[in-house]
């Protein structure tokens, strides 16, 4: 399949702004996590801003972007539908959130947070923090709605490409925890950023980051070593009917140029690529974890550690996308002759 | 709606292809391009069409294939025309989001609606045959319409009231007619041909069907020998004899 970068950054950017709102909101209704109305406004913000450049990535790529609205109308049947409008009702705890935390902050905490996350972690340990938390009923509600509503929204993405039979490589019982662990990953280790940034003690959260990136680390590799095992759903003695003939091979191409089918599902990656990509991918999982581990074992949360962290997680991330798309055959591609 | 037809009526309009006689002409792609470019999905878009990389959407489109028997090694070429199959299960009208996409029950003709469609091309996705084709100066998805607007058009003589693709096949490859109905000409000539659909496995449940071409008439080993006893000549003495009175 055509990596078309629209809908990797779409994936990618709304998945991880999902995980993040996952996490946050997990982390706080678990108790691991004060619940800090200026933590929830500033990660919730930062989940906000994924999940709606990912949400416009994904509609600008449309042959008909004004028409976007129309996209909510099938839940009934289509997975994108329901993915839409999962994405539009996640907006409603997100915005209470938002809003909520925004009116509970303390005076002058809207600076102040943005100074206490730069400077030392000590300063941001003193009582500033605790004065209001987030403790009404109706947050609670809205923080466990808040995670429901992000968990199936990134489920809906993945029952997308789940549902298509004619892709082997995306039709198969890996790609639904593929990409809720993926969002969840990337969630947590925003969280702990924001954790280490904030100055609260990491406790469960780091070492459950470490736990979701080996998970997801470890079930991507069991993905690719069984897709490399998997026997073709359709060939192309099924494909045009002649198998009982002989073996099907293409003498004449239906045309001389690249159509759309061959440009949108005939895209076919070396085998030399997908293996450095896949390479690129195990190393910069590695630099996740590692740094992770830094940060939540061994206390070294130097910005520096952070930012190669995340900047490792972008990488990982999208080199992960790409070689789901790029990998991934389509059925059609067997009347061209690609096996 | 995208969900499917309910109470679906029972006919099923759909094309009958036979294998055995196709020779690849391409008079039915020519000829479903022209009349669908002026038809219900028209414009059909055409970039550079006498240029360099010519691009452009067709419903209908003949792969050529060889097909070499593991037996025998011997090998056949079969021409290989493919359009929508007009499935009952048709999963690229499930997928779509807006409703653009749609099966109609009273005659199981897969249509698109170019007002609603939006464009996302996950039709495309959902279709293993490649029925579906993006134009990207319409925005939409393009298809087969099976002719909707000839097989009812009353201002066509009843003759003509069949896809443009069936009135111009030269050798009679292509049938139109009720899938639906056991006792139509199309079922019949299935049931009698052994028709069968493309990509079972799939489970989309095409209504289009294809006629295998019937088996090779392989030569014989008698047949054999003697054309070989022919091609080589007498032997031995009559050898001797054949040489010194041909020169």
Request: charged content about 15%; overall charge neutral.
């Amino acid at each position: 399949m055509h990596p078309a970068s629209s809908v990797i950054i779409f994936t990618t950017f709304s998945g991880t702004g999902y995980g993040l709102m996952m996490v946050l909101l997990a982390t706080m209704l678990l108790g691991w996590l004060p619940r800090d109305p200026s933590l929830v406004l500033y990660g919730l913000l930062l989940s906000f801003a994924l999940v709606t450049i990912g949400l416009l990535s994904s509609t600008l790529h449309l042959g008909h972007p004004e028409r976007a609205w129309r996209a909510i109308s099938q839940w009934r049947s289509s997975w994108l539908s329901r993915e839409g409008l999962m994405a539009l009702i996640t907006y409603v705890p997100m915005g209470v959130l938002i809003i909520t935390a925004f009116m509970n902050l303390p005076d002058n905490e809207v600076l102040g947070t943005v100074e206490n996350a730069v400077t030392s972690v000590a300063a941001t340990m003193g009582e500033g923090h605790m004065v209001s938390q987030l403790h009404d009923t109706w947050v609670s509600v809205m923080m466990v709605l808040g995670v429901i509503c992000a968990g199936l929204t990134v489920f809906t993405t993945a029952m997308i490409y789940r549902s298509l039979k004619p892709v082997a490589h995306w039709h198969n019982g890996f790609v639904v925890p593929l990409y809720l662990l993926m969002s969840l990953m990337a969630g947590s280790m925003i969280t702990v950023f924001f954790m280490v940034g904030f100055g609260y003690d990491l406790s469960y959260v780091g070492v459950s980051s470490m736990a979701l990136i080996f998970a997801t680390f470890g079930l991507k590799l069991n993905y690719w070593r069984a897709m490399n095992r998997m026997e073709p759903t359709s060939t192309m003695e099924s494909a045009t009917g002649l198998g009982h003939l002989g073996k099907v091979s293409v003498l004449e191409q239906a045309h001389t140029e690249d159509n759309y089918l061959m440009k949108e599902m005939g895209y076919q990656v070396a085998r030399k690529h997908a293996d450095k990509l896949k390479f690129y991918y195990r190393l910069f999982a590695f630099i996740c974890f590692l740094t992770i581990t830094a940060i939540s074992i061994w206390q070294f949360n130097q910005w520096w550690v952070m930012a190669i962290s995340a900047l490792s997680l972008i990488i990982s991330l999208l080199v992960e996308r790409w070689l789901f798309f790029a990998e991934a055959k389509h059925a059609v591609a067997l009347y061209y002759g690609k096996k | 709606m995208t969900c499917l037809p309910k109470e679906p009526s029972g006919k099923k309009l759909g094309l009958v292809i036979d294998l055995d006689i196709c020779v690849g002409c391409q008079a039915c792609t020519v000829n479903c391009k022209e009349w669908n470019a002026g038809g219900h999905s028209n414009p059909l878009h055409d970039k550079d069409p006498y240029g360099g990389e010519p691009d452009g959407v067709w419903f209908n489109r003949v792969h050529g294939y060889e097909v070499t028997s593991e037996e025998t090694g011997n090998s056949q070429t079969v021409y290989f025309p493919k359009s929508c199959l007009h499935c009952d299960d048709a999963p690229c009208v499930t997928v779509c989001p807006t409703g653009a996409s749609y099966k109609r029950s009273e005659d199981g003709i897969v249509l698109v609606n170019a007002e609603t469609c939006i464009g996302c091309k996950l039709c495309s996705w959902a279709c293993p045959y490649g029925a579906r084709e993006y134009d990207d100066t319409q925005g939409v998805m393009k298809k087969c319409t099976m002719c909707v607007d000839r097989i009812y058009n009353e201002n066509l003589s009843e003759d003509a009231r069949v896809p443009a693709c069936v009135s111009s096949c030269p050798a009679g490859a292509r049938h139109f007619g009720d899938l639906g109905d056991p006792n139509s000409g199309v079922s019949q000539l299935v049931e009698a041909r052994g028709g069968y659909d493309l990509m079972p496995e799939q489970e989309t449940k095409p209504v289009n069907k294809y006629l295998p071409p019937r088996a090779k008439q392989h030569m014989k080993e008698e047949t054999g020998k003697q054309l070989k006893k022919q091609q080589d000549g007498p032997k031995g003495l009559m050898k001797l004899l054949d040489q010194a009175l041909s020169w």
